[in-house]
């Protein structure tokens, strides 16, 4: 959010377990709806394929919420 506040487009990223914590994060420090993109959790047990996997997947999902493009969570 710092980035967002000096004009940088920015988008924050975690893992699946913290979608609640950074949704009240956002709320909490007066940017509700600030767009991050969500790697599935856990990452420590993933190996190398899947963590290029889940990298790429949010690499492309980072492009798209700067873009202004929309994500969908499941």
Do not use: W, Y
């Not at 690499?59 to 700067?66: F, G, I, P, R």
Request: net charge negative.
């Amino acid at each position: 959010m710092n980035g967002e506040r000096l004009s940088v487009p920015s988008v924050g990223i975690m893992t699946s377990a913290f979608v609640d914590a950074a949704e009240l994060m956002g709320h909490v420090l007066g940017a509700p709806g600030f767009p991050f993109v969500v790697v599935e959790h856990p990452i420590s047990s993933a190996d190398a394929a899947m963590l290029t996997e889940r990298a790429e997947k949010a690499a492309a999902e980072c492009v798209a919420v700067l873009l202004g493009q929309p994500l969908t969570r499941s």
